[in-house]
């Protein structure tokens, strides 16, 4: 499962599609050397009494190729949804969907340390990027290509629209195959990129007290979706592979702007000489066109204060970072930052609240709302990702989509989302996608966490 979780903020804005130049790079010979990752788990299921197969995508990222049938992306994008959960099948979207355009991947190497990990991928011919061996200055245009989740949105309506003509119904199994396996047969190809500035290059780690390494700090947008993609510079070169974005506040300061962060690419370079992968050494340094190059001062001097306040904070923000890759819900609601975990004021009628703890024994507080289901396209999604769930808990035993939340008629109602360790109620395992309605007092077991139900 993924290493670290974080509340979830707002990203700054959606990556518009890229068009041929991209702010003065040309990316029309680069975008082909950028693919979509997909990892997904097979479940045996009956619907109407026959036997089906339901496949479920866990996580979509991006990745790029680093020598002939071979690509790079991050861990997080491939790592199972839960501690215990099976490793998921990965493929390469080469050129669609369906059956020969999957190109099966497989792990060369993998660095939880670094975050990265490089895939083969036989039969993808695709021409690999170069790899910039030397560092970027301040103020240096960079460009992020890759598969931003929003994408899917408008495909995710239109199937849903679809399944409700044919008469089936949410939360049942034959829903739940039919729209896993529309969506991903329709899954967006289209690359998007976005064009920002190098601010720094930090001496970090993606968790506190690990040692330090090369980490970049820069401007140009991600959202999820993008994880694993590559950072370029100028001259069409990785210098870096794009993680994950930071916004909000931490450690009781306010910050008033969005960063992204990328793994420097020497990191992965040591891997890639690990696994005996021989790339293109993009040799010598490479300066920014003068149109790119225009204004970034004025940039620079604003956000120089800011980055005084972020210095020696990354690690402390651990808590409040935003994974880039997109964690896919059986339903997907309407792409939105996830909801705080309770409105102030009083509770309504239909306000219900779950309160425990985690597995480790911290306090939890989840509030269950026509307001917060109006916000939320009709479902609470509870789980361990910030990106996938509405509610997000920090518990290794919680799958990163692990269960739905929904009212009727003021009543609540769970529902399980063929989480690794099964939803509970009253000591009683519920079965996949069949929600069962709740009672005041009711227990609600999500891994090792315990939850009970009260009137707000």
Same mark, same amino acid.
């Given at each position: ?279 293109? +050494?993009?040799? %010598? &340094? ?6 790119? #190059?225009?204004? @970034? /001062?004025?940039?620079?001097? =604003? ?49 219900? +609240?779950?309160? %425990? &703890? ?6 939890? #507080?989840?509030? @269950? /709302?026509?307001?917060?289901? =109006? ?82």
């Amino acid at each position: 499962m993924i290493r670290f979780i974080f509340a979830a903020v707002l990203v700054a804005g959606l990556a518009p599609i890229a068009p041929a130049r991209a702010d003065g790079l040309d990316i029309s010979g680069i975008e082909a050397s950028v693919v979509r990752l997909i990892a997904s788990v097979e479940t045996e299921v009956l619907v109407g009494g026959n036997r089906s197969t339901l496949t479920s995508v866990t996580s979509l990222g991006s990745g790029f190729v680093v020598a002939p049938g071979v690509i790079a992306t991050n861990l997080h994008v491939i790592a199972p949804s839960a501690k215990g959960a099976r490793q998921p099948d990965l493929w390469v979207a080469d050129g669609g969907t369906a059956g020969p355009h999957r190109r099966p991947a497989t792990v060369l190497w993998a660095d939880p340390h670094y975050d990265l990990a490089v895939l083969s991928v036989p039969g993808l011919t695709r021409k690999p990027l170069p790899l910039a061996e030397t560092g970027l200055a301040k103020g240096a245009p960079v460009w992020a290509l890759g598969f931003p989740g929003a994408a899917d949105e408008p495909i995710t309506a239109q199937v849903e629209q679809g399944l409700a003509a044919r008469g089936l119904k949410a939360g049942t199994l034959d829903y739940a195959v039919a729209f896993e396996t529309e969506m991903l047969a329709r899954l967006s190809l289209e690359i998007s990129a976005t064009v920002g500035n190098l601010e720094r290059t930090l001496s970090a780690s993606w968790s506190g007290g690990d040692p330090p390494f090369p980490i970049l700090q820069h401007r140009a947008t991600i959202s999820p979706g993008n994880s694993g993609g590559p950072l370029l510079d100028s001259c069409g070169r990785v210098v870096g592979i794009n993680t994950f974005g930071v916004g909000g506040s931490a450690g009781g300061v306010e910050l008033v702007a969005t960063y992204y962060y990328a793994s420097d690419v020497a990191n992965l370079i040591r891997g890639l000489q690990a696994a005996s992968v021989r790339f293109d +050494r993009g040799a %010598g &340094t490479c300066a920014p066109s003068a149109g790119v #190059s225009a204004g @970034l /001062s004025m940039t620079m001097a =604003a956000g120089a204060v800011l980055l005084l306040v972020m210095a020696g904070v990354v690690w402390r923000m651990r808590g409040r970072m935003v994974t880039r890759s997109q964690l896919v819900r059986d339903f997907p609601s309407p792409a939105a930052a996830p909801a705080a975990p309770h409105f102030p004021g009083p509770g309504g009628p239909d306000e219900w +609240r779950l309160r %425990g &703890t985690d597995g480790s024994g911290r306090p939890l #507080s989840l509030t @269950l /709302s026509a307001r917060r289901l =109006a916000a939320t396209g009709g479902n609470l999604v509870v789980g361990s990702s910030a990106e996938l769930a509405d509610d997000v808990i920090a518990d290794d035993t919680v799958s990163r989509r692990h269960a739905r939340l929904t009212l009727a008629g003021g009543r609540p109602a769970i529902e399980d989302l063929n989480a690794t360790n099964r939803v509970r109620v009253n000591g009683e395992d519920l079965c996949p996608f069949q929600p069962r309605q709740l009672r005041a007092g009711d227990e609600i077991r999500l891994g090792q966490s315990v939850l009970t139900l009260e009137r707000a």
